[in-house]
């Protein structure tokens, strides 16, 4: 399908027929996206609802992440097979229904194995769309489409916590899932009207890579497990965690040599040959890190240290999603006209300002702290992002976009995976250190102490009594429970900001495309 610029009404009708279908593939990509996060401030609801343990309920995430990230890169090859149009359909209808078997699951295990079916369904959808892009779109004309993308992939991981906990606290967790029924079918059925770009080539089936396919799903599967459940399981101190990681190894080791020895590859990794998107992939990393970090660290800070319930937390959140939507069109104009290594170069300083200035926070810390590092993150990740993509994907050849862009968006959801493995392991470290290293201080034996304990408890023996002087020791351990949580927040955020400053080093590798 053509959609260069001519003023023929064939060529109007294409275009807007072009127009039509981006936007219903673009809001799938959304609602895919937003449901890794829309359960994140409701696990306590879900908890109650199916009578689960805080360990089992982390499953209702951990099983969409596994189900998604084996979709994403097993998703070129199903397109190629049934065609872009009729897969997005499938992952959309299917969507559909295997959300509102979530909200009719009878208990745990029912919800998990739904939750699993909807993750690789919803994970079909994401790389999709940034392949139809590039197929949909001439050159001249791809920058706005690019912007919506890129809002649709940043903004979502943000909305997400808002709109689960809003859903939630006026409604049921039951709605979290059943929303996306109406959305998903009206999807499917513009997709099937308007998206004509490319043919089935049912061939493909009769020379799938079973091995490399079974490979991949036990590589990705095991290696989400082991970053999901290692923070919750010390490690390589539990046994499962060691077969999983073992797993992971092998079938990682045999998924990388069935890709470069296949003749038909299920994920062809020689994209990577080229520069611009091995740098871009190596960026999209590093903001998948940056993204999901962020989004996970800001709301367990509000909420463990000061308190604030997923509606406050929301409203703070909303701030960078507010940020990118006003931003992100002016950031598509100037990448038409600036040199764009320059503009990423821009957009990953600021990311990491915003990320520097969050490093310096107390326990008291509110809007009025995390306004402006907000603002500047969110402008930054999204000028990072828009960029990026359009430098990574638009020098591969219309053959391997499909497999590019999964491979992209990989990478992106793999940052997230692995950065928040990190994150909790060297929380929980830096929590240890700091409570260690306050504890010195908070020495009951100590005078500023024990007059600080006289004072609590006599100021708590009016409702106490005898047990006044056992609340106030709890009170002080409370306190250097928060400072060191605190303390821990802001040392992750600082190591967050330079990785993100490290990676443009890099920018001088990316080779420039034509505007």
């Not at 939630?168 to 967790?173: A, K, M, R, V």
């Not at 009769?206 to 599967?221: E, N, T, Y």
């Not at 008291?364 to 993509?389: H, K, N, T, Y």
Request: glycine share 8%; charged share 10%; hydrophobic share 55%.
């Amino acid at each position: 399908m053509s959609t260069a610029a001519t003023h023929s009404p064939q060529e109007k009708a294409a275009y807007r027929r072009a127009w039509i279908a981006f936007c219903a593939l673009i809001f799938g990509n959304f609602m895919a996206i937003l449901d890794i996060q829309i359960v994140a401030s409701s696990l306590n609801e879900l908890q109650a609802g199916m009578s689960a343990s805080s360990s089992e309920i982390a499953w209702v995430q951990t099983s969409y992440l596994i189900a998604e990230v084996i979709a994403i890169p097993l998703s070129s090859y199903l397109s190629r097979m049934m065609s872009t149009r009729i897969y997005f359909v499938i992952s959309a209808v299917g969507f559909a229904l295997s959300s509102v078997a979530c909200a009719l699951a009878w208990n745990l295990p029912s919800l998990l194995a739904f939750r699993t079916l909807q993750g690789f369904l919803g994970g079909g959808m994401i790389p999709t769309t940034m392949a139809a892009l590039f197929m949909l779109f001439p050159p001249e004309r791809r920058t706005t489409p690019i912007v919506l993308i890129s809002m649709a992939s940043t903004l979502a991981p943000a909305v997400g916590p808002t709109l689960g906990g809003y859903l939630t606290n006026h409604f049921s967790w039951h709605w979290m899932f059943l929303i996306n029924l109406a959305p998903a079918l009206m999807i499917a059925s513009i997709v099937w009207a308007y998206l004509d770009i490319d043919k089935p080539n049912w061939s493909l089936w009769r020379s799938v890579d079973v091995l490399g396919l079974v490979s991949m799903a036990l590589f990705l599967g095991s290696l989400e497990y082991t970053l999901d459940e290692g923070p919750r399981h010390d490690w390589f101190g539990e046994q499962e965690i060691v077969l999983s990681a073992s797993l992971a190894l092998g079938a990682g080791l045999l998924f990388f040599w069935r890709s470069f020895s296949h003749a038909n590859p299920i994920v062809n990794l020689r994209v990577f040959s080229n520069r611009n998107f091995a740098v871009g992939s190596v960026i999209s990393f590093v903001v998948g890190v940056s993204l999901y970090g962020m989004v996970y660290l800001i709301p367990m800070f509000l909420g463990k240290v000061r308190g604030f319930n997923s509606l406050q937390i929301g409203e703070i959140m909303m701030v960078m999603g507010v940020a990118m939507f006003i931003t992100a069109p002016y950031i598509g104009r100037l990448s038409a006209k600036m040199d764009t290594r320059l503009l990423v170069g821009i957009g990953l300083v600021m990311a990491a300002m915003g990320v520097f200035f969050n490093s310096h926070l107390t326990s008291l810390a509110g809007m009025d702290e995390l306004f402006w590092p907000q603002i500047m993150r969110g402008v930054g990740l999204m000028c990072a992002m828009i960029v990026m993509s359009q430098l990574a994907l638009s020098t591969l050849p219309m053959t391997e976009l499909k497999n590019g862009s999964a491979l992209f968006n990989l990478t992106r959801n793999m940052g997230g995976a692995i950065g928040l493995a990190a994150i909790n392991t060297i929380m929980d470290w830096r929590v240890a250190f700091h409570w260690q290293h306050l504890a010195i201080y908070t020495d009951p034996s100590r005078p500023v102490v024990q007059e600080m304990l006289a004072n609590s408890s006599q100021f708590l023996a009016g409702e106490l009594g005898g047990q006044s002087q056992q609340a106030a020791m709890a009170l002080l351990q409370q306190k250097v429970s928060l400072q060191a949580t605190t303390l821990a927040f802001n040392d992750i955020t600082m190591l967050l900001s330079g990785l993100i400053l490290s990676v443009l080093l890099l920018l001088p590798l990316i080779q420039e495309t034509k505007k």
